[in-house]
Each structure stands twice: as structure tokens, then as C-alpha cells.
């Protein structure tokens, strides 16, 4: 049984796939893929000893060894062309961080045909990525765990050109306006609203700052509004 995000993760794996789950923590993900025949073959790579022996842990006790494989490394590096991956997975942690991982794999010339991904953070620096290195969001969904809410991106090769709302609030979110997507940006604009107040409270409506919340403000409400 997967958490409601990692469910919206496992929804974009093809079945047969190859994945290399990245930062795999408890290896729950490729576990649950690997119980319901739905991968041929994973890796679980970890680059912290702690969640490593986790992972271990999970793949052995459920006797999944066979197609399972934990392995101690930074980022990409777990994956050896022998691996045959097609499809990396990054799921739980920060944009930024991601997309460090990302671009550190392709100065090793690794490149993957297949990314399923879900900041926790920072989307838009990684959807400013995936433009740049010509890589295109094909499905995108967004799940919400009590006051979190989670984006998760299935991406494909290609050049695909995203605008800045499709950067900011997602190409194919921004379109479909789920009750979630919704509810996200409505707390969002909450959250702008309250420290625009407090802007105005201290006098500081002529400052950038004040500009740029405002702009932001207004830039939420014309998604929500169209
Ligand atoms: N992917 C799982 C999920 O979504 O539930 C676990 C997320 S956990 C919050 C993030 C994991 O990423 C941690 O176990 C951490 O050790 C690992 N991690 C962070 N940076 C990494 C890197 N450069 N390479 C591999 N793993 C990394």
C-alpha cells in the first residue's frame, strides 16, 4: 500500500519498464512496482547508508531480490549502462536538488528516454530544466496529503516550449484545474494575501518587494480565473 503520492508516482510507470529509483529511502516505490509485476527491473539508489540498508531491508524481507537492486551512490551514478534503464524516477525532494542531479548525470553523458518527477519544492526550476535540456512534460498530476500538496511531472524526449505560467503553475495542470490544482493555489494566494497585508501595515507598499507579491498575486488569480 503506497502513500497517495507515491501512488500518483507509480501511476506514470510503464508496465515492463526499467526504472532506477533515486533517493529510494525504504526502496518502497520499486517494492510495490516489483509485487504487482508491473516493472521488469529496478534500482534503488541511495547515497546515504541509513535509508541504504533500509532499502536492503524492504528488498529482502519481501524477497524481491530478483529484480531489486539497492545500491550505495550519488544521484545517477547507481546506474550502469548494463542496467538497461529506461526510466528514472526522483521523487521526494527538493526541485533544486533534482535538477543537481539531473544535470550531473548528463555531464556523464547519461540520459534517460523517461523521468517521472516530484519536487517537493521548486517546481518551476524544474521545469526550467526539463526546456532547457529538451525534454517534454507529457502528463502532469497533484495529489494532496493533508496541508501538502504534491506535483508529479511524466516526461518524455523532445523540445517542448513552456510559457511562464506553464513554468510556474504547469503545462498540463494550468490547463485541467483539478479541485486539487484549485485548492493548492487558493492557499497560495491566502498565504500572498496576508503578507501583502502586513506590507501595507509597515508602510512598505512602495517597495519591490510589494511589487512582486502583488504581481504574483495577480498572476494566480488569472489561472484560477480563466
Ligand atoms: N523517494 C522516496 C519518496 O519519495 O518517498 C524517499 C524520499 S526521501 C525524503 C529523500 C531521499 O533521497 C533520502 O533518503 C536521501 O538520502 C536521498 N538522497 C538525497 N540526495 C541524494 C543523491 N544525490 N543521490 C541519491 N539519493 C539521494
Known amino acids: 500500500h503506497l502513500s497517495l503520492r507515491l501512488q500518483a508516482v507509480a501511476n506514470y510507470v510503464k508496465k515492463g519498464a526499467r526504472i ?3 533517493g529510494s529511502d525504504h526502496a518502497y516505490l520499486p517494492a510495490y512496482l516489483a509485487r504487482h509485476q508491473q516493472i521488469d527491473y529496478a534500482i534503488a539508489g541511495e547515497v546515504a547508508r541509513g535509508p541504504f540498508d533500509n532499502a536492503k531491508h524492504e528488498i529482502q524481507s519481501q524477497g524481491l531480490a530478483d529484480i531489486v537492486h ?3 551512490a550519488n544521484g545517477l551514478k547507481a546506474i550502469t549502462p548494463d542496467d538497461k534503464i529506461d526510466t528514472v524516477i526522483i521523487a ?3 526541485g533544486i536538488l533534482i535538477t543537481e542531479i539531473l544535470s550531473a548525470g548528463l555531464t556523464q553523458h547519461q540520459r ?3 523521468l ?3 519536487p517537493n519544492t521548486d517546481e518551476f526550476i524544474v521545469r526550467e530544466w526539463l526546456m532547457k535540456h529538451d525534454y517534454t512534460i507529457h502528463s502532469e498530476s497533484i495529489v494532496q496529503e493533508g496541508k501538502h500538496f504534491y506535483e508529479v511531472m511524466m516526461i518524455e524526449q523532445g523540445k517542448q516550449t513552456l510559457s511562464r505560467q506553464d513554468i510556474y503553475f504547469g503545462p498540463v495542470l494550468s490547463k485541467q484545474k483539478s479541485p ?4 493548492r493555489w487558493e492557499k497560495e494566494l491566502e498565504r ?3 503578507i501583502l497585508l502586513k506590507l501595507r501595515q509597515a508602510n512598505k507598499m512602495n517597495t519591490q ?3 512582486e507579491w502583488s504581481q504574483r498575486y495577480q498572476e494566480i488569480q488569472e489561472v484560477l480565473n480563466r
Open 112 to 114: 534517460f528516454p523517461n
Open 92 to 94: 521526494g525532494m527538493g
Open 180 to 183: 486539487t490544482f484549485k485548492a
Open 70 to 72: 539497492p545500491r550505495l
Open 20 to 22: 532506477a529509483d533515486i
Open 209 to 211: 518587494a510589494y511589487d
Open 192 to 194: 500572498i494575501h496576508i
Open 116 to 118: 517521472i518527477l516530484q
